[in-house]
């Protein structure tokens, strides 16, 4: 079994910034990915951003330039730095874990993400 929690959503003023984490435990395999969703009312979940234990990053083109992903694999967490934040950004933000090849696939909790003036 492996837990994913999310952590460090809130509030926030368009331009502002905010990071998220994501924290994996139990029975987590040596190689894996991270993805950050979100999903906001009405709205189909997106992929927003991926890393592999290596440090490989992906990001959607709307977040390109003002989201960056770090991970630390000694803690077995992710960080989803976000800068430059919109109102389209609101979301319930979504960490999912990917691995032993697909054999394992967890979801955390959903942290809230609300950019508003």
């Known amino acids: 079994q492996v837990q994913v929690v999310e952590s460090g959503g809130g509030l926030v003023q368009p331009g502002g910034s905010l990071r998220l984490s994501c924290a994996v435990s139990?029975?987590?395999?040596?190689?894996?990915?991270i993805t950050w969703y979100r999903q906001a009312p009405g709205k189909q979940r997106e992929l927003v951003a991926t890393?592999?234990?290596?440090?490989?990053?992906n990001y959607l083109d709307s977040v390109k330039g003002r989201f960056t992903l770090s991970r630390d694999n000694a803690k077995n967490t992710v960080y989803l730095q976000m800068n430059s934040l919109k109102p389209e950004d609101t979301a319930v933000y979504y960490c999912?874990?990917?691995?032993?090849?697909?054999?394992?696939?967890?979801w955390g909790q959903g942290t809230q993400v609300t950019v508003s003036s």
């Open positions: 139990g029975s987590i395999s040596e190689i894996y990915l």
């Open positions: 890393i592999t234990t290596g440090g490989s990053t």
């Open positions: 999912n874990y990917y691995g032993d090849y697909g054999a394992d696939n967890y």
